[in-house]
């Protein structure tokens, strides 16, 4: 098990959440790696700013709501240091506009909590495929 | 007396008059006298003059006028001088003469004794008019008639003299050259004359009425002797002519004959003359009796009786008033006649004339207007007692003073001169009658008056009678009047308030020149209710005929608010408050003022829309805030449950399956769905804080609370709330301000409901009535929009709402605190427009908690707006 994932790890896309729910944090990185992806959790986003992950990061994860900077602040942000991450949003308020203008940013997709595995896989593909 | 009788020589009298003569005033020199130097007093010579005088009075009587005019010669050194003594027959002299003859003259005109001139056409005359001292010159330039009375007098002094009062004569000195002038001394000298004159006068008269009384004696007795001849003939003629009543009599108290004219008096006929029943002692009443006996001593005395004035009884013992005189028959002793005069119509109008002074009098002494007399000189002569009030004068004090002293200085000029011109042409220069003059008070004051004025010719002369009322109060009056009708209108103005007067009966409406000008119509637009009309806002037309209704039968108070629509097709806001009032006929008037409160009531609509804009704005943001929040706490561990459950799946589905990691997302699931369970519970405590007051209560007093609270905003959205409340309704059981919020959003719904409606009066019904079951139903209708049938169920779900401003969750809460009151809020279409939302509830508490724990927190209204 352990072999397996360090071997993946070198040629598995990263797959980055950040989340302050740590339920998610918990749960989503091990579906991630069901899916065949290589995941890191972070709690806010000035975590993963912080971290090596970011140049890495194929595909991003993020909250809408959280304390500090918020979904939709870090993918400003990430625009202003042009690190296009393809971002999937998620999100357990159910807000149309929201939704709406996130994606009109360049969010791939946002998806309202809980969201099924297959709706996820979906949005992640989406991201990942080739310019 | 020289000369006297002796001339009538060639002097014309006043024969014929020509007219075109010289006015009086061109002959008159009389103001130069003081002007001119004069000679000093010499009063050696006038002193042995006025001696000679004296003795000459006193020793030689008849020659006292030639003494008189002698005297004048001799002190003025004059030319010619005499006197001019008023007379009837131009001989002797009479104080009611209307002529002057001249009795005596010495001098140049000596020739000239005897003649005379008119009392009304000639120098003399303008002396005792003007009643002073006269300086003629050439005096025949006016009177013709002295032309040839040679030599022509250059000029000629004339001063007045005057016995009891009254004036009887002049004196006077002639200068017939330029020789020498009269001067002030002679005017002086002559004045003193003067007395001697009315003396000298006094003396000639004695001894011409010792002459009368011999001649008269003489004449008596050739009168007598007459008598005697041609009596009877004489009395039958008097008797026959029955101008006055004539009878017969004699001391026994008999009237033996009488004619027709004294029985008409008395109304005897001749048949009670002919049997002796007329007896003068009869018919006298008794008070007269004494009066009676004096004419008889006369009678008995000197044969006459003065005629007196007494009373005879009529034969119908009326009393008839008489003059009675009359005389014995010479000779007889016992017999005589009398004359009796009916004095009933004099008396008549003596006692009217009488009454007619009294009640003038009366007038005038107790007018509070001032009243004064004024003579033809201007001056006063009666001023009644309101003058000291008003004027603050004495009437006394008045007597005699100009007119001109109630006047202010610089009115005087104006009126002397429209006066004099009166008096010469007949030309007023005012309105005589209420003209408003200013009157000057002793204090100085001056004050407004209106004035009246009256005038009586009477022996030739103009006497004026004015009537000044102090109209100072009135003027104040006025003008107060004014300034607050300024006030009003200016008021009015300000207050974009108008007013109106609407006699019912006639229609008569009268507006105030700001309500014409918030309607915007001219003023001379006679106004009319069909005009009025013209101007309601269309969709206020109803409301308008119902209160014109109202109040053409009601006579009561009335208030409304209702709408104009201008013919640019802007709105005005108008509020209407009317009082009905009884005009001086008994007729229905309303008495109303009218703002416009345009201003106000878009200012308060304004606010209105941002109050409710912002309440919509804080539900559906509170709203938001709590189903936001209750979604984020739910959604996050169900994520995770769905997340883990999923992965789960997965790993059991791998091959080989890793049953490890399929333990593990399985043992997470099952936490998040605990933790989920946890949030709910901590929802539920969350909402639970309050618990409910259960209480017997009377719902229709909570409903009256309610209406109370709800009925500006009601009127305001002109929504016509008709209460029809049960009596005896059974108390209910429950929450009173839970059951009033529920009361309070249908009372909303339905006027919301409403809100579009125009075409009909907005009426909402709020009715309670006992139901089934020992239950209690209220419902309120409305006739609104109402809603399609198929949408009844939708109505009381969370969110659901026909309206823009969705009160769609209050329905949904009304139907939780209902249903928590074990009852039923239920909604049904109206036969008509609108619908009725109805709820029921039992009386009995069964059933009820106040535990929000078991039964679950009741949901107001407030919390979810």
Redesign the interface.
Known sequence: MESRQVRRAVDRPLVSVVDDDESVRESLPDLLGEFGFAARAFSSAEEFLASDCVDQTRCLILDVAMPGISGPELQRELKLRRREIPIVFITAQREETVRRQVIERGAIECLFKPFSDTALLEAINLALRPK | MSGYGKSANDVPLEGSIPTGTAPLESILRTEELQRRPSRPPDYEKENRALVKLVSALADSPGTIFQTLAETIQDITQCDSAGLSLLTKDGKKPHVEGQRFYWPAICGMWNPHVGGGTPRNFGPCGDVLDQNRTLLFTHFERRYPYLMPVSPTAEECLLVPFYVDGKAVGTIWGIMHSERRKFDAEDNRVMASLGKFASSAYQSWMHIEDLKIQVAQREKAEAEVRELASGLEAKIRRLVEANVVGIVMWNLEGTITGGNEAFLHTVQYDREDLAAGRVRWKDLTPLEWSDRDERAIDQLKATGIFQPYEKEFFRKDGGRVPILLGGALFEGSGNEGVAFVLDLTEQKRQESARLYSEERYRVVVETASDVVVNVDDKGSIVFANPATATIFGYDPAELAGKPLTLLMPAYMRELHQTGFSRYLATGQRHMNWQGTELTALRKNGEEFPVEVSFGEITRDGHKTFTGFLRDISKRKQAEQALRRSEAFLAEAQHLSHTGSFSWRVATGEITWSEQLYRIYELENSVPVTLELIRTRVHPEDLTLYERMVEEARIGASDFEWQYRLLMPDHSIKYMHALARPTRDQDGQLEYIAAVQDVTARRLAEEARDKARSELTHVARVTSLGTLT?SI??EL??????????A??CL??LA?DPPNVD?AR??AR?TIR?GN?ASEMITRLRALFSKKSTTIQALDLNEAIREVIALSMSELQKNRVILRPELAQDLPLVTGDRVQLQQVILNLLRNASDAMSTVDDRPRDLLIRTEPDDNDRVRLSVSDVGMGFEPQAADKLFEAFYSTKNEGMGIGLSVSRSIIEHHHGRLWATPNNGPGVTFSFSIPCRPEGLTSDGARAGRIPSVSDAA
């Open positions: 936001a979604a984020h959604n996050q561990p169900l994520s995770g449950i769905v997340t883990n999923s992965t997965r790993m791998a990691g593990e997302t997470r998040d933790r």
